[in-house]
Every structure is written in C-alpha cells, then in structure tokens.
T-cell receptor, first 114, second 114 residues
Framework: GEDVEQSLFLSVREGDSSVINCTYT??????LYWYKQEPGAGLQLLTY?????DMKQDQRLTVLLNKKDKHLSLRIADTQTGDSAIYFC??????????????FGAGTQVVVTP | DTEVTQTPKHLVMGMTNKKSLKCEQH?????MYWYKQKAKKPPELMFV???????INESVPSRFSPECPNSSLLNLHLHALQPEDSALYLC?????????????FGPGTRLTVL
C-alpha cells in the first residue's frame, strides 16, 4: 500500500482557509513537498519543508510538520477559485538507493466554491 | 529559463506504431525523470537519468525505451504499446544535489493508444 496518505476531497468556500492533511510512515524522510496539479497540466511545486523544521510560511501557504505523528499539513489562506486543483504531498528519502524517488500521496481534490 | 517543455502535447497511436516523446530543460539540471500518470492517480516513476546515465528503471516494460542524448534533452521511445499504456506522461528535472532536490515538472504528453 501507499506510504503517504491523504484525504481525497476537500470543499471550501472562496475566502476561507483550506487545510490539506497528509500522513507519512517513513521516519527517514528528509524533505516533504507539496505539489499542485490543475486539470490537464503538469505538477507545480508549491513548497517544501525539511524534516527538522516545524513550520514554513510562504505568502498564503503555511506548512506544518509534526514529526512525532508523521503528519504534514498545507494551509492556504484566503482560498481563491484558482486554487481549485489536486494537491499531492510527497516525501523523499536521503538514502543512496532511493535517491531521486518521490513517494506521492493519492492527492486531495480541492474544490473552491464562490 | 525555468521551465521543462514536452512535445507533443497530445499523441494518438496504434499498437503497431513507433513514436517518441521529447522533453527539454535549460536550467542546467543534471537529473531527468519520466513519470506515468493515470487519471485521478499520483505520478508513478518510470526512469531516472543522472548525468546522462540511466540510474533508475522501475521495472518498466521494454516497449518503453528512454534515451538521454545530452544533459538538456530526454526522449521516451514507444513501440508496440498496449491500450492500458494510455496515460499522461510527465517529464521532470532536478539539480541533483544532496538535500532538497526539487523536481520541476513539464506539462506532460497525453498519450492515447488505440
């Protein structure tokens, strides 16, 4: 099964905050990423966090990491209709034989309603 | 130039055809990747090239043949594909440095096998 788990769907009203959650199981993870994918497009890297950090903020995006619970979240403030997309969390491991491999979650479909 | 480009955008091919997908980046990245993505699923890693050498092959069938002619270019040669190979094929690149090694994705090629 997948090592990275996400809820599959989130509906949010325009202007509200969105919180997308992710859990991972590999304690050797070093970097955790959030990607956004709009319909028919590739993946856009939104932000990442190093595993020894608790929080990272970048404009409307806030990433929180609880390493003890292996829980990662992405908060989007003042959600806009352009934020409607699928959001993937992904982890990378810093071991020689797994270098270059990202383990993706299943993706959370975020729908923003007016 | 901070983007990964892929051509063609769409491709329809029969099971006896031979075709190629092309990916290009001019960011000086030394690692390049091919992913396969089915609808509503996360990307699945197929191949990784590091410094123009194949470093990871995720047990991909031989009807998919990657090629990295130089550090900026990555091809995926397709031959005798099956209808289940229909998917979005994504290319990505990264700097290949220890630590955070963000992967930047292209827009993908939508492949349909008839």
């Amino acid at each position: 099964g997948e090592d990275v788990e996400q809820s599959l769907f989130l509906s949010v009203r325009e202007g509200d905050s969105s919180v997308i959650n992710c859990t991972y199981t590999d304690s050797s993870s070093t970097y955790l990423y959030w990607y956004k994918q709009e319909p028919g497009a590739g993946l856009q890297l939104l932000t990442y966090i190093f595993s020894n950090m608790d929080m990272k903020q970048d404009q409307r995006l806030t990433v929180l990491l609880n390493k003890k619970d292996k829980h990662l979240s992405l908060r989007i403030a003042d959600t806009q209709t352009g934020d409607s997309a699928i959001y993937f969390c992904a982890e990378s491991m810093a071991t020689t034989d797994s270098w270059g491999k990202l383990q993706f979650g299943a993706g959370t479909q975020v729908v923003v309603t007016p | 130039d901070t983007e990964v480009t892929q051509t063609p955008k769409h491709l329809v091919m029969g099971m006896t055809n031979k075709k190629s997908l092309k990916c290009e980046q001019h960011m000086g990245h030394r690692a390049m990747y091919w992913y396969k993505q089915k609808a509503k699923k996360p990307p699945e890693l197929m191949f990784v090239y590091s410094y123009e050498k194949l470093s990871i092959n995720e047990s991909v069938p031989s009807r998919f043949s990657p090629e990295c002619p130089n550090s900026s270019l990555l091809n995926l040669h397709l031959h005798a594909l099956q209808p289940e190979d229909s998917a979005l094929y994504l290319c990505a690149s990264s700097q290949e440095k220890w630590g955070t090694d963000e992967q930047f994705f292209g827009p993908g090629t939508r492949l349909t096998v008839l």
